[in-house]
């Protein structure tokens, strides 16, 4: 059974409070609150009040309803005002919408979220700040040096989520920010802040809250690198949608990347450099990532990633040397470990280097993690590059998935990739034969290439590096 929780209802106002007080903070009068006891709903009915949306609608959970008498939901769509994290959410907030911006601690979540609230309290209405981590003064702080003046701006410190959700009732703002989740508690949840349950249960009633209030609630989760605390794994799949903030805490830049998304595509990214003033967006990253290139060194090829929908071209740099104690060591940053040992293992299999015996150091530049299979082909290269001590022409880039044999497997969008190198200035580009052997790929006749510029097909791994070096 569900447990029970005490709360004190104004009599005069109806006013709900999770104290008593001996004056209704909400219409002033006094000796009116009396103490109810309230039975919580079931998981059933808060899922049942979600999945209704809008309580005004008519729509409820016992008659089905065919889909064409279903009125599409009017999205208007609240801009954060940075195109970066609009993108990521597709396309600015959702009113009533649940949203959980995680990210390791020192990452630079409360930044965002402040430069967020200051601009939504600027452009669109009174925002509240919700922090548990800091004090208000450190808030102010970091609000002058963001350069906030922030007269929409309401700040509270408060954990404990009944008064939070009572202060959310009477203000009633455009949106709210909850730093952090691991803070909070309910008071009817016995253990500790931070903990799974109370994590979990704060966020379903916040979810609530969103819905029944319409404004858009993020919540700050903080992720450990081993998962210790308890946080934004549980809670993905109750809120509507969940952004990481990644990085290297030594690198400036900074990856937003939506992971789930109920209204927007996922796997898009935002890319943000902190600074002295904050968090600015970088509106060109292929170009500052390929900025501080050494051109003349092995060991270096440039690949690119589709992030979203938006392709990223990256450096990839390998590094391969003798190994001293005949146990070779190989080490990857931002690209997946298991991905360079198959990639070795067809180097030496397939193409016939003998990169077995070496020490293999393989990273993406900038600091950020690639998952995607498309760069398989520039780490290959990289790794080539610098074991036959050849350089890879600075003009090119190249784009492939490797398989086990050997082969050059065709990635999506390709046509957007290559685009997106040419616009940067690349001459040249090997890209996967897909099929019967033609000079141009079909889908490339339609990415508007300048007319100097090459695209160069190639079946296997082998053919394409002895192409590139
Ligand atoms: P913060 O937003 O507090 O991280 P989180 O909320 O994810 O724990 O950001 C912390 C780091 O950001 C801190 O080390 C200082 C740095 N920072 C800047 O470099 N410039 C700035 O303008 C601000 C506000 C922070
Ligand atoms: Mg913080």
Known sequence: MAKTRTKYICQQCGGEHSKWMGKCPDCDAWNTLEEVVDIPQSPAQQRRQTLLGNANNGYNTHTPIILPHIKPLVQE????????????????????????????????????????????????????????EESMEQIKMRAERLDITGERLYLLAEVELDVIIEVVNRLRPAMVIVDSIQTVSAAHVT????????????TVQLMQLAKSTQIPILIIGHVTKEGTVAGPKVLEHIVDAVLYLEGERYHSYRLLRG?????????????????????????????????????????????????????????????????????????TNGIDHNRLVMLMAVLTKRVGLAVGGHDVYANVVGGFTIEEPSIDLGVAAAIASSYRERLIPADMVLIGEVGLSGE??????????????????????????SGKPTRFPKELETANLPEDFQVITASTLGVALEIAL
């Open 191 to 202: 253990s500790a802040p931070g903990s799974i349950s109370q994590v979990r249960e704060c």
């Open 77 to 132: 769509r609240i801009p954060v005002g940075y195109p970066e994290m609009d993108r990521v959410l597709g396309g600015g907030l959702v009113p009533g919408s649940l949203i959980l911006v995680g990210g390791e601690p020192g990452i630079g979540k409360s930044t965002l979220l402040l430069q967020v609230s200051g601009t939504i309290a600027e452009n669109t209405g009174p925002v509240l700040y919700i922090s548990g």
């Open 259 to 331: 992971v789930k998304n109920r209204f927007g595509a996922t796997h898009e990214i935002g890319i943000f450099e902190m600074h002295g003033e904050g968090l600015v967006e970088v509106t060109n990253p292929s170009a500052i990532f390929l900025s501080d290139r050494a051109v003349n060194a092995s060991g270096s090829a440039v690949t690119v990633s589709m992030e979203g929908t938006r392709p990223l071209l990256v450096e990839v740099q390998a590094l391969v040397t003798p190994s001293n104690f005949g146990n070779p060591r190989s080490t």
């Open 408 to 433: 050059l497997r065709a990635v999506s969008r390709l046509s957007l990739r290559v685009r997106e190198a040419a616009k940067l200035g690349f001459k040249r580009c090997i890209i996967p034969r």
